[in-house]
Nanobody, 130 residues
Framework: QAQLVESGGGLVQPGGSLRLSCSTSGFTFDDYGIGWFRQVPGKEREGVSCMSSSSVGINWYAGSVRGRFSVSRASAKGTAFLQMNSLKPEDTGIYYC??????????????????????WGPGTQVTVSS
């Protein structure tokens, strides 16, 4: 059974950094892309980034985070990372990682839609505040 669990969230001041981890189990990590989403109360889940498998090597970022956030993976550990720098109050939310339903590649046409991910972690809270 595929499982994902996020960690690394917390409270950080504006301008600070956090690195989120997504630990996976129950499937072959390198056969799937991993997406990152965030959500605040009353709003829809927003796509932050999608990281294709190492063999594909294409990543996508939301315009609001491009240049500040980056994704990476440690395949031997089955773990994906979201490095968040220059954090802003509007980055506050619950952050989720999720597995791409169709496999290795994140596609420009759909990567930011939650409908294309089949397994989700429980989320980790990120709060950016002074």
């Amino acid at each position: 059974q595929a499982q994902l669990v996020e960690s690394g969230g917390g409270l950080v001041q504006p301008g600070g950094s956090l690195r989120l981890s997504c630990s996976t189990s129950g499937f072959t990590f390198d056969d799937y892309g991993i997406g990152w989403f965030r959500q605040v109360p009353g709003k829809e889940r927003e796509g932050v980034s999608c990281m294709s498998s190492s063999s594909v090597g294409i990543n996508w970022y939301a315009g609001s985070v491009r240049g500040r956030f980056s994704v990476s993976r440690a395949s031997a550990k089955g773990t994906a990372f979201l490095q968040m720098n220059s954090l802003k109050p509007e980055d506050t939310g619950i952050y989720y990682c999720a597995r791409v339903t169709t496999g290795r590649a994140c596609e420009r046409s759909w990567w930011s839609s939650p409908d294309h991910y089949d397994t989700w972690g429980p989320g980790t809270q990120v709060t950016v505040s002074s």
